[in-house]
């Protein structure tokens, strides 16, 4: 009988505990992303899009800014920030210009193995909007995944796969048409090493070199024609 009061006080300090935790935690880590449309993608539809990106990445711990690039607002001149990354949305290349490994890709990242990151991710605009026609699924919401995807590249420095999840390699339409929740997430440990990563490079100083195209100019490509 004398524990039971114990027991009930222990719980108690528990619940409190918790009630209260939303003010002690830590804000999650914030990663901004430039968007650059090359294509001409709805504003309804890549808001859609970018709504399922950022969801799937707060469920792993990390919270994004979307930053459209440029914009009336915004002229994108200035050099990336730490935890900053670019997407861009274009339509594919042909056939011809394009490695057997991107044939048939949605999407891709280029990242620097050594460093652990990436600043730049391509999503083929073209090919998620077929896929999703043929598979007969919302194509923001596939839109959304793919660019989870890349950025997940960019986050965890690594051009390799992860054998379930979003992060997975290969999609197939029956997969988009279950939409089986564990298919689009993120795993515990891919979380973790995202969060890591977007912790380390807060820390670093160094950025991408910007380079500028102010030496191109008129009367350079003139001198050039002659
Ligand atoms: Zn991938």
Redesign the pocket.
Known sequence: MRSRPARAFAAGLVFIGLRGSPTAQAAPPRLTVRVYDAVGVSPRERHSAEAHAAGILKDAGIAVAWRECPSELDDCVAPLEATEVIVRLVNSPGRAFVTDDLAD?L???LVDAEEGRGWLATIFVDRIDRTARGANVTGSRLFGRAIA??I??LLLGL?T?AQRGL?R?RWTADQLRQNAPWDWLVSREEASAMRESLAVWRRQTTRPILITASDITADNLDDGAR
């Open positions: 890709s999407g891709y990242s995807h890349e997940g590249h051009p796969h992060m390699g």
